[in-house]
């Protein structure tokens, strides 16, 4: 290419320094001049007739390491929301992947540099804690969720039966991990099946007539309160009195039947019997007017025994025969004595027998303790569990071979009362059988539940107190509510 240029070639003269130059007109170059003209059309030529190209290399991965910082690190079993820091070049394109369907990606996904990766994290049901993984970059983080805490939901907040006595049963639904225990709060309702299960189960009492004034009981299933009432007995009713025979009776050592007489001074005057000894068993534990209270013993494989039952408000004291002693056996247990926390546990008792032909028997007399092993022959282990004590601190033994062990087991902590203020979140169920939330705990009411205002109203977003007692799996069981 040739580029045609004009010029009109000047240049200065003076003293070097000096302000004012001296111009050199046209046709008369200088040497210097002529120089620079040259130039000037080097460079015209070279931007007219030359061209360039540049190469752009996109960053390679040795130069975009990915570091990732999780905030927080436990998300809630109520669910929730988090951020992922990416830390990256400025230059470095990322992409994010969730691995997990209960982990769902805020938009966007993909991006340039640093950033801020949002992320929300669905209701865990299960009672078990669990991980998820996100990916960005093939670099891998995972999000941890807390387990969903047990949840037990009875069938009725309460039941009622007549003067006479009478069964009441109730249901539980839980988690099919989630263990649970029934345990009577007054003497007159009795535990008869369901005193403790996992899973979903029921629990079936009965409840002794009433001789006095109308009362009320609670009984504690899946430490919610199920409530007891029963009416008084009849004003018309005169006052009862009772006798009764025999007041005491002995049997032999491989048990047998008995019956007590009770003689009321009305037809409608109503009496219970109750046995004091696991090995006396009572088939009449009510009844009405006059009648008898029937009981049986089991076989006593041990040393002479005493015990007694209260019927019609009397004692009736029942002995029994020491078992015999086979020829030549001896027998020593330890340890005499064991001692518990109220959370129960295992316990284990040595047999030494004198030689390996003589038999023993082991038999427990509380029956919160429960003997795995019945007895066996010549030296071994006896094996049992104490369960967990919800009440005062309490003493039982059980009868090994030629021995008697004592196990003593401390009484139940006081339980935890606790106020908590707050907005409501997350509302299941009906009145009176509520579960939420407020300050992050799980919150139940039921039947024993004071509302100050209608259950109805205890709606999301409603500013309430809550007074309640901390149950074992961390809710709180509500004792009063009120709108702040």
């Known amino acids: 290419m040739r580029v045609r240029s004009s010029f009109d070639l000047s240049r200065t003269r003076g003293r070097p320094g000096a302000g004012t130059p001296e111009t050199i007109g046209p046709g008369r170059v ?163 099946a369901g005193r403790g299960g996992s899973g979903s189960g029921a629990v079936t009492m009965s409840v002794a007539p009433n001789a006095g004034a109308a009362r009320v009981g609670t009984v504690l299933v899946a430490g919610q309160a199920y409530s ?25 050592d491989n048990g047998g039947a008995g019956s007590v007489r009770v003689q009321a001074s009305g ?65 020593s247990v330890s340890p005499g004595s064991e001692s518990f926390s109220a959370n129960g546990g295992d316990g284990t008792a040595r047999v030494q027998a004198s030689n390996s032909s003589c038999a023993w028997s082991a038999v427990s007399n509380a029956s919160w303790i429960s003997l795995a092993t019945s007895g066996s022959l010549g030296s071994g282990n006896v094996r049992y569990t104490v369960a967990a004590n919800s009440g005062a601190a309490r003493t039982g033994t059980m009868r090994v071979a030629n021995a008697t062990i004592t196990v003593t087991q401390a009484a139940a902590p006081s339980p935890e009362t606790i106020v908590l203020r707050g907005e409501v979140a997350d509302v299941r169920g009906e009145c009176p059988n509520l579960t939420f939330t407020v300050d992050r705990r799980l919150v139940r009411t039921n039947g024993a539940t004071t509302f100050d205002d209608r259950c109805d109203k205890v709606k999301k977003n409603r500013d309430v107190m809550v007074w309640g007692v901390v149950q074992r799996d961390g809710s709180v069981l509500a004792v009063r509510v009120r709108e702040d």
Request: aromatic letters at 4%; a negative charge.
């Open 30 to 192: 200088s040497r210097r001049g002529l120089v620079g003209a040259a130039a000037i059309a080097s460079l015209i030529s070279v931007a007219a007739c030359s061209s360039s190209s540049t190469s752009v290399t996109s960053p390679t991965a040795a130069r975009c390491p990915v570091d990732l910082a999780l905030s927080p690190t436990t998300i809630e079993a109520a669910g929730g929301s988090g951020q992922i820091a990416i830390t990256v070049n400025r230059d470095c394109t990322w992409d994010a992947r969730s691995e997990a369907d209960w982990i769902a990606l805020v938009a966007p996904t993909t991006g340039q540099g640093e950033a801020n990766l949002g992320y929300t994290v669905s209701p865990n049901a299960q009672v078990s804690a669990r991980r998820g993984v996100v990916v960005v970059n093939e670099r891998r983080v995972e999000v941890a969720q807390s387990a969903a805490p047990c949840r037990f939901d009875l069938s009725a907040a309460g039941g009622s039966v007549a003067a006479e006595g009478g069964n009441l049963a109730v249901s539980v639904t839980a988690q099919a991990t989630c263990t649970w225990t029934a345990v009577s709060q007054v003497d007159w309702v009795r535990i008869d």
């Open 228 to 252: 007891v009432s029963q009416p008084a007995a009849p004003t018309s009713s005169p006052v009862c009195t009772f006798s009764v025979s025999p007041d005491s009776e002995s049997f032999p």
């Open 267 to 331: 037809p409608t005057c109503a009496w219970t019997a109750v046995s004091n000894a696991q090995w006396i068993s009572v088939a009449t534990p009510a009844g009405i007017g006059t009648g008898n209270a029937r009981y049986t013993l089991t076989p006593n494989p041990g040393a002479a025994r005493t015990g007694t039952m209260a019927v019609a408000g009397a004692i009736v004291t029942v002995t029994q025969a020491a078992a015999p002693t086979a020829a030549g056996c001896e027998y």
